[in-house]
């Protein structure tokens, strides 16, 4: 996988090339929207970026503008915004402007890691839902009834729980992060300061303990992995 | 460097100057001395006409009475000719002057009686005429037929009219220089007797400005009417200011310790860390990290509720107002933070949840249920039950959060609401301090009310957390 990271900070930016290089992710880096660009555009062409990066404030004018540029060019690899103006107003510029992902800074390395990751994946444009998945292994979902279930047992779970299990199982065996649950399956913009998702989190592996299977693994500080070798 | 006082860099233009410094009249007064002006000119002219008519009228009637004492005997039947030319030279032979002339002609023209060649039309009319044959005169004619075709003529020279016409110009000149003169002396005594009463504002003001003295306030003794109601909605400005200042003061210095205290740990941490081996004790290095990172999330954790703060006081959290069904982000809710509860050693029941349909942002709504259930998972000890229900009354919804804990001391229950207030237990220092003022602020955007009150048991026991929303107008 190949990134390019458009970031001005020397710090931040060497902090994020180390961090996607251990992640196995090549960078190509870029201080400013014309070295951005130009970069982009020159390489972009071949499909050499499976992901951009991009900070928001940059010294020679600002990430939405380069996107907007770029776009008028060609096509764009999948974007994630980063920036310290984290407003849910900001956020919604960011996204509205043609990135894929927002996140604000100070952000954990994991979080971004995992955020490049799952931008990098999708195919197709962004609007486009999300296929579901209703199996990993023998784990299996049941939409009619809201339940979950494995070999010939089964145990009914909330719609909290039940989203949560469809979103690990969608995203199985790769890192989900505490916000980007937040995100995207309560949907809240906010950060709730509590523990809204180590709660549930822990609910729901009681309850999949109770089909005797404990396919989630919590990854200390970063988020969590469903593993689709323990659902055999 | 000696220490130097220290100004702030820009001053206030103006001079600060004393209380009886002429200030200057400004357009309203020169306006108030022209409209003054301009009314007393129109009075006089008034006066003017109202006084040659009144004159006019009065010539008028004389000379319908004289024509009457001529053209009619004693008895009151006409005169005949004859008669009324004998009266002319009766009338002529003792009066020697008169403002009155009187004659008489013949049904053939021929002047009979009188000395007045003059023959108007019958009725009143204005006339000139050579007076005592010499000099053009202004008068006022009644003329009549007689019964055989005589013209009997009376002119009366005004005198009073010529009079009053004569000294019209000056009369003018005169008003306009008095009107003029008592509307620039009006003016300046009304604007002055106005700078004075406005002096204090001012120098109060100017005062503020200076020295960012928020305590003064303008002396009231020698106000009344409307400058005594100005200088008081000042007064209570200046007070609702200087509140408003002091909360933020005290916000400051609030937000200061609360960041001082993660801050201070996390250095300590960090301190401490060099001193052991950082090869061999591995387990213990990451103890210290992670201690680090928990506190440097809790400073994140402050900022983003701060932001979030602002950013919601200030209308700019970027989401639209819709139609949305209390009742099911209630439950919604309920189901996401009952785990919390639960792993905190609380409880958290649902209902009765009655149907109630708000208009409000939904991410709003969402985090204001959160941060209420929140404060029971963070701030009641374990074993704590809490009930949450939503009831409808009329216009307005009611969401009640009510628990057995421990509850708030007596009149807590406002000082809470603000930033970074706690509780007083120990239970309380948890959180950042700021999930009730963001609760408040979403309820205050959504023109709702929220109160904490102590719970519904004999003992008072527990806190009751009322929000009461308006219902949708559309729903």
């Known amino acids: ?232 | 460097m000696t220490a130097q006082p220290h100004w702030p860099a820009v001053m206030p233009a103006a001079p600060l100057h004393g209380g009886t410094r002429w200030p200057g009249a400004g357009r309203v007064f020169f306006l108030f001395g022209g409209l003054f002006t301009v009314a007393m000119l129109l009075m006089g002219a008034l006066v003017f006409v109202v006084a040659t008519r009144a004159v006019a009228q009065r010539i008028d009637d004389d000379l319908i009475h004289h024509e009457g004492k001529f053209l009619r005997d004693a008895a009151g039947r006409p005169a005949s000719s004859a008669a009324v030319a004998a009266r002319i030279r009766d009338w002529q032979a003792r009066k020697i002057t008169s403002e009155r002339t009187y004659s008489l002609f013949g049904p053939d023209g021929r002047q009979i009686a009188g000395r007045l060649n003059l023959r108007p039309r019958v009725g009143l009319s204005d006339v000139l005429f050579l007076g005592g044959g010499r000099t053009w005169q202004r008068g006022r004619a009644l003329a009549d037929r007689l019964p055989d075709g005589s013209l009997f003529v009376i002119v009366q020279h005004s005198e009073a009219e010529a009079g009053l016409r004569a000294m019209l110009p000056g009369l003018v000149l005169a008003s306009f220089v008095t009107a003029l003169a008592a509307g620039l002396g009006a003016t300046w005594f009304f604007a002055h007797l106005t700078a004075q009463r406005l002096a204090g504002t001012g120098d109060t003001a100017d005062a503020i400005a200076a020295g960012g003295d928020l305590a003064r306030r303008v002396a009231m003794d020698g106000l009344d009417g409307m400058f005594a109601r100005q200088a008081e909605s000042l007064n209570r400005m200046l007070d609702r200011m200087e509140s408003l200042v002091e909360t933020q003061r005290h916000f400051a210095s609030a937000l200061a310790h609360d960041l001082r205290t993660p801050l201070t740990r996390l250095r300590a941490s960090l301190t401490a860390s060099p001193a052991m081996s950082l090869a061999g004790d591995e387990a213990r290095l990451r103890d210290v990290i992670d201690t680090a990172m928990r506190e440097c999330n809790g400073i994140i954790a402050i900022f983003d509720a701060l932001l979030r703060l602002a950013e919601i006081e200030g209308g700019r959290h970027g989401c639209a107002m819709a139609d949305l069904a209390l009742d099911a982000l209630v439950e919604d809710v309920a189901e996401t933070m009952e785990p919390v509860i639960a792993d905190a050693g609380g409880t958290l029941v649902t209902g009765p949840i009655e149907p109630a349909i708000i208009c409000g942002d939904p991410g709003l709504i969402t985090q204001l249920l959160v941060n209420l259930l929140q404060n029971v998972a963070t701030h009641t000890p374990a074993g704590t039950c809490a009930r949450l229900s939503l009831h409808r009354h009329n216009d307005t919804v009611v969401l009640v959060l009510r628990d057995d804990g421990p509850g708030l001391a007596q009149g807590d229950g406002r000082r809470v609401l603000r930033p970074f207030e706690r509780g007083r237990s120990a239970a309380d220092r948890g959180g950042s301090g700021l999930g009730l003022s963001i609760a408040q602020a979403i309820v205050q955007f959504h023109r709702g009310r929220i109160e904490l009150g102590h719970g519904p048991g004999p003992d008072g026991r527990g806190l009751e957390v009322r929000v009461a929303l308006p219902v949708s107008r559309t729903a």
């Open chain 1, 1 to 232: 996988m190949h990134c390019l990271l458009i970031e001005d900070d020397p710090v931040i930016s060497g902090h994020i090339v180390n961090g996607l290089k251990a992640a196995g992710i090549a960078t190509t880096c870029a201080a400013t929207v014309a070295q951005g660009l130009a970069q982009g555009l020159a390489k972009g062409r071949e499909g050499a970026f499976d992901s951009v990066v991009l900070d928001r404030l940059l010294p020679d004018g600002n990430g939405i503008d380069l996107l907007r540029s770029w776009r008028r060019h060609g096509p764009v690899p999948p974007v994630l915004m980063l920036s310290a103006l984290g407003s849910v107003k900001d956020r919604i510029e960011g996204l509205e402007a043609g990135a894929d992902d927002y996140l604000a800074k100070p952000f954990h390395m994991a979080e971004l890691i995992a955020r490049v990751q799952a931008i990098a994946r999708r195919t197709g444009p962004r609007d486009e839902a999300e296929p579901a998945v209703h199996s990993v292994g023998r784990l299996r979902l049941d939409p009619s009834r809201h339940a979950a279930c494995f070999g010939d047992g089964s145990v009914d779970l909330n719609r909290k729980l039940y989203s949560l299990l469809a979103h690990l199982m969608l995203h199985a065996d790769r890192l989900v992060t505490r916000d980007m649950l937040l995100e995207q399956v309560w949907g809240y913009s906010f950060s709730p300061g509590t523990n809204i998702v180590e709660s549930n989190m822990s609910r729901l592996r009681a309850r999949l303990q109770e089909l005797r299977i404990d396919p989630i693994l919590t990854r200390r500080g970063e988020g969590y992995v469903l593993l689709a070798g323990a659902c055999r």
